[in-house]
């Protein structure tokens, strides 16, 4: 490619609304123009990139034996109606209708209709293990769309559905997927970490996400560094610290404490432990009759540690919270504690309401808890001499220190992108849709299925949160948009210049090298900016001055300070010595 055939167009500045490295380098860059919130047109420079990752992602799915198909954006409601998404899901699904005054979906994921293509193609057991697949776009109506394509609503995903007869096999079709997303990340060229995590609106029991380590993360993951335990922060269990719970020594006693509404001025107002208070959370659950009316909430009280936060994936198990919470609002925490937020606790406690202990602070004596009135909380307080015993839940967020789970060392967090997620399904879909086979015997038995998804365009963010420096991008060489460029000094007024650069990118173009040679005539600094912002992996620069002993100068991008000096009828095989195609 030579740059006056392609389109180029790089800014000095990021617009003000661009907040994070990835967001900032790909519109300065050229790779990205934004057509509207969380909707992006893929530039030239940036579709290369985007097709980079599609051709891993593609071999490596062919590699694992799955079978590419195409499914439509457009999904008609009924069979998200038959699954019960239409909906849970949630105001992310773009709902629109036709002409007809039909209803449809702008897909965000395929579930449905892959599992509809199963009903209607699969029906002996000797069809099955498949795994159909595909590269589409998606579309998730984000309430706040940011950080450029890794939050938008309109986003390009390839997802995978495989189909199997019994778990087991299921398991296999699992281990297969896991297995080449390693390979396609690595190929990538990323940092990053296979993690346990929640399954979400996707649902099914089984899942990991595939998490890119970069500080702009969204997602915390917690990992043994002694060991392979790792989870998203959602996921990960967390133990009691104390191990159990000790003899209760003090008295329970009434105290005065006005306008201390915080644990933190709570302890320090009484002279007593931080970590001897415990925190009450009040979750309410929406319900309604029979006859779709409007009841009261269910209203649950968490009871955590004062030092420990609620994990909400987490508060979503407790049984009477599995269809949906939110925060109970004041009036009904007044109803139900007879005081305001600030004093609440477990004792005297409503006999509606369930109330449920983390694990830690179901392990403590002698704590301090809210006495349900405004202006005093009680201190020596103990379960099953002063309240019932709660249930007991795994309930908060780790914290680096935590025991690992798998009892192997200590937990440290670190922050992540997610860019993949595989999922075992189990029948969640094919049960609703009825997608069944028959087995030996002739009898129908429900398909078990599993999802694999990959945030194509988010992988292009999240590469660029990795591998970056205050000049720009530092592309991964897998799928940089071009491997080298070639930047000749005087193009268009030098002849041996230019007959040397013509030559050489003709050599490494016909040694399949992916090569773009810069003829523009542009000032050197300006167009060793475009460059470095745009992160082309490898450098050559000919000039006059270097011709004249026979030299072109090579630079890294990853190590700009240090140029090499090649010579001329050396420069093709130094180039190919550096692209790690060639190594491999």
């Not at 990752?53 to 799955?66: K, P, S, V």
């Not at 060991?227 to 104390?242: C, G, M, P, T, W």
């Amino acid at each position: 490619m030579r740059a006056r055939s392609f389109f180029i167009s790089t800014l000095k500045e990021a617009p003000a609304d661009a907040d994070v490295v990835s967001q900032q380098y790909m519109i300065r860059a050229g790779m990205i123009k934004k057509l509207a919130a969380g909707v992006y047109t893929y530039m030239p420079m940036g579709l290369r990139v985007i097709r980079k990752i599609e051709g891993i992602i593609r071999e490596e799915m062919n590699r694992a034996g799955a079978v590419e198909l195409l499914m439509p954006i457009v999904q008609p409601a009924e069979l998200w109606m038959e699954t019960g998404r239409w909906e849970k899901y949630g105001p992310e699904l773009l709902r629109i209708k036709d002409r007809h005054d039909r209803d449809f979906v702008i897909q965000p994921t395929s579930e449905e209709v892959v599992t509809d293509v199963a009903r209607q193609e699969i029906k002996s057991w000797r069809q099955l293990p498949v795994n159909f697949w595909h590269i589409q776009t998606k579309f998730r109506d984000e309430r706040r769309p940011r950080f450029g394509v890794m939050r938008g609503r309109e986003f390009t995903m390839k997802d995978a559905y495989s189909f199997d007869r019994d778990e087991a096999g299921a398991g296999v079709s699992y281990q297969k997927m896991y297995d080449a997303y390693q390979r396609i990340f690595s190929r990538i060229g990323l940092l990053f970490r296979a993690v346990r995590a929640d399954t979400g609106a996707i649902g099914g029991s089984r899942s990991h996400e595939f998490q890119v380590i970069a500080n702009a993360g969204e997602d915390v993951i917690a990992y043994c560094p002694d060991s392979d335990y790792a989870a998203n922060i959602e996921l990960a269990e967390a133990q009691s610290v104390l191990g159990g719970r000790g003899e209760a020594k003090e008295t329970l006693e009434k105290r005065a404490t006005p306008g201390q509404e915080k644990c933190e001025l709570v302890s320090e107002y009484l002279g007593i432990d931080f970590l001897k208070c415990i925190k009450s959370v009040v979750l309410a659950a929406d319900r309604t009759n029979e006859k779709g009316e409007p009841l009261p909430a269910k209203i649950v009280l968490v009871l955590l540690r004062a030092d420990h936060e609620l994990n909400e994936v987490k508060a979503g198990h407790i049984p009477e919270l599995k269809d949906g919470f939110r925060f109970a609002t004041d009036e009904e925490i007044l109803a139900a504690f007879g005081s305001k937020p600030g004093y609440l606790g477990p004792i005297g406690a409503r006999e509606d309401v369930a109330i449920y202990a983390d694990l830690t602070a179901a392990d403590m004596t002698d704590f301090c808890c809210g006495a349900n009135e405004e202006g005093y909380h009680y201190t020596g307080a103990n379960f099953g001499r002063d309240l019932p015993e709660p249930v007991k839940m795994d309930l908060r967020n780790v914290v680096e220190g935590d025991a690992s789970p798998d009892g192997k060392g200590t937990l440290k967090l670190q922050r992540g992108i997610e860019v993949g997620h595989v999922f075992f399904l189990g029948t969640r879909y094919s049960e609703p849709m009825q997608a069944t086979f028959l087995d030996e015997n002739g009898k129908p038995q429900p398909i078990q299925m599993g999802c694999y998804g990959i945030g194509v365009t988010r992988v292009a963010g999240a590469a660029i949160e990795q591998c970056h420096d205050d000049k720009g991008i530092i592309w991964p060489e897998s799928i940089a948009p071009f491997e080298v460029v070639i930047c000749p000094m005087n193009y268009s007024k030098s002849e041996e210049v230019k007959k040397t650069a013509d030559a050489l990118y003709e050599s490494l173009k016909a040694e399949g090298v992916d090569v773009i040679l810069d003829d523009r005539d542009m000032r050197p600094g300006v167009m060793f900016a475009d460059w470095e912002l745009i992160g082309v992996p490898h450098r050559i620069v000919i000039g006059d001055r270097g011709l004249k002993n026979g030299e072109v100068e090579y630079a890294d991008r990853r190590n700009l300070a240090e140029k090499t000096m090649v010579k001329t009828e050396e420069a093709v095989a130094f180039v190919k010595s550096r692209l790690k195609k060639f190594a491999a």
